[in-house]
Structure formats: structure tokens, C-alpha cells
């Protein structure tokens, strides 16, 4: 069936780097957009970064720039976001997301993962 | 990018249709055909229910709809039913952020 399984999540001390991966199967991961999206305990949602489905273009939200990447292995079937220069206010957890149709980005998150916790505390 | 706005909290008792509105600017939600709707039940993954403002993934249940006007876009759920008690939060793609969406703050339904 179609699944993402993200990983990687974890307690980190302010300042330090985390990488969070997202393996994809059950669809071709290389024809989809994706999508990390993160929600903070007992809040909302907040869209992260996207990366197209060839990699070619990445974008994110401004409270990251600077300081996460995301990218993909579509030989692996995997999605990353690498995490520097962590703050207490990027504790979340954090989903990775497929778009709704292939080969386009229309912020539409179809396929979600269960989610990685990220906590960032001294 | 503020979130938009939702109300907080919208209640319906079962059969009953109720509309949840989403609302924003000119520069998001006013301009954007790019509008979503999620759904996430307590402790779960959301659920996209609408995208591009009016269309159905396939599984999602017709009573589910979306609208748009002006700077307001809007998810009915009509014939309310006990399951449709959940968190739901828009997304709208905006011209003054960076290619993503910007979401909603979000709304409890209760069925009655």
C-alpha cells in the first residue's frame, strides 16, 4: 500500500543538527512532489519546505531558510530534511507529505506519514 | 505570513450541514486558486479532504465541498455524522510567501 515512514526524530540540545529521513513505497516516489509539514505540541499546522519531484526546486518557509535543506534520493525512494542551528521553537512533530498528483505542485498533502517528534531542549 | 483565520469552534447536531470559513487577504486566499482543507482527528495524521478550493480526492465523501469568495474560502460538510467531530484547518497558497501554504488556525466541529 502507499506509505511514507519518516525517521530520525529525537531530543537535541539548541544549536545542534538533526536529519530526518522519509522513505516512500507502494507509488513511484520519483513522479511526486513532496513535502515536510511540522506541528508544534497542541497546535496547528505549519507547511516547512517542498522539494519538486525531480529535485530541481526547493522552497521554504521563512522561519527556516538558512538553516534546513531539504532534499531527495529518488534511487532510494527517500526524502530528507536536514535540520541546523536547531531552535526550542522547531520542537514539533514533523510529517512528510506527498502531493496529490504526479509531477506537479499544487500544496495539495495527500499521503501523509505517522510523523517524527523533534524536541529541542537544553 | 499571519495564519489565516478560522473560527474556533463550529457545532452541528447529526444530518445537520455546517460551513467553516477560512479567511485572508487579497495576497493569499483572495488571489489563490491553491486552497486545501485537512482534517485530524485527536492523535491522528491529517487528512486532506479539498484541494485546488473545490476537489475531492478519491475516498473523501461527497458531503465534503468547497467554496471560495473573496477572501474567504469555505468547507461544508453537509449531512453531519458522528465521525466528521474533528480539528479542521485551511491552506492557501500565498504571493507574499515562499511557494508553500500558509494554514489556517484551526476549527473543533463537534456533532451534537
Known amino acids: 500500500q502507499v506509505q511514507l515512514v519518516e525517521s530520525g526524530g529525537g531530543v537535541v540540545q539548541p544549536g545542534r543538527s538533526l536529519r530526518l529521513s522519509c522513505a516512500g513505497s507502494?507509488?513511484?516516489?520519483?513522479?511526486?512532489?513532496m513535502h515536510w509539514v511540522r506541528q508544534a505540541p497542541g497546535k496547528g499546522l505549519e507547511w516547512v519546505a517542498v522539494i519538486w519531484y525531480e529535485g530541481s526546486n526547493k522552497y521554504y518557509v521563512d522561519s527556516v531558510k538558512g538553516r534546513f535543506t531539504i532534499s531527495r534520493d529518488n534511487s532510494k525512494n527517500t526524502l530528507y530534511l536536514q535540520m541546523n542551528s536547531l531552535r526550542a521553537e522547531d520542537s514539533a512533530t514533523y510529517y512528510c507529505a506527498r502531493e496529490v498528483e504526479t509531477l506537479i505542485v499544487v500544496n495539495a498533502f495527500h499521503i501523509w506519514g505517522q510523523g517524527t517528534k523533534v524536541t529541542v531542549s537544553s | 505570513q499571519s495564519a489565516l483565520t478560522q473560527p474556533a469552534s463550529v457545532s452541528g447536531s447529526p444530518g445537520q450541514s455546517i460551513t467553516i470559513s477560512c479567511t485572508g487577504t487579497s495576497s493569499d486566499v483572495g488571489s489563490s486558486k491553491l486552497v486545501s482543507w485537512y482534517q485530524q482527528h485527536p492523535d491522528k495524521v491529517p487528512k486532506l479532504m479539498i484541494y485546488e478550493g473545490t476537489k475531492r480526492p478519491s475516498g473523501v465523501s461527497s458531503r465534503f465541498s468547497g467554496s471560495k469568495s473573496g477572501n474567504t474560502a469555505s468547507l461544508t460538510i453537509s449531512g453531519l455524522q458522528a465521525e466528521d467531530g474533528a480539528d479542521y484547518f485551511c491552506c492557501s497558497s500565498s504571493h507574499t510567501s515562499s511557494f508553500g501554504c500558509v494554514f489556517g488556525t484551526p476549527t473543533r466541529v463537534t456533532v451534537l
Open positions: 507502494g507509488f513511484t516516489f520519483s513522479s511526486y512532489a
